[in-house]
């Protein structure tokens, strides 16, 4: 299971800008998870996303973000 999460939803402008964001820093394989349908993830992430987590420590960061916050939790390669 990937340690790296991106949470996001269809149709989110914000979620394909944060895609570049990680491209562009270079992260490692992370999984893309959509909170759509999932009652749960709707609760926890709902307005928030995207929402990028590493889910090996807890750490999320709310978009938006950047590579230098990539960073710092590890996540950029």
């Given at each position: 299971?990937?340690?790296?999460?991106?949470?996001?939803?269809?149709?989110?402008?914000?979620?394909?800008?944060?895609?570049?964001?990680?491209?562009?820093?270079?992260?490692?394989?992370?999984?893309?998870?959509w909170i759509d349908g999932d009652d749960a993830l709707e609760a926890r992430y709902g307005e928030r996303v995207p929402v990028f987590r590493d889910d090996?420590?807890?750490?999320?960061?709310d978009w938006p973000f950047d590579p230098a916050a990539l960073a710092a939790i590890g996540a950029a390669g």
């Open positions: 299971m990937p340690r790296l999460i991106l949470y996001q939803r269809d149709d989110c402008p914000l979620c394909d800008q944060a895609l570049g964001v990680l491209a562009a820093a270079r992260v490692p394989e992370f999984e893309s998870v090996a420590n807890g750490v999320e960061l």
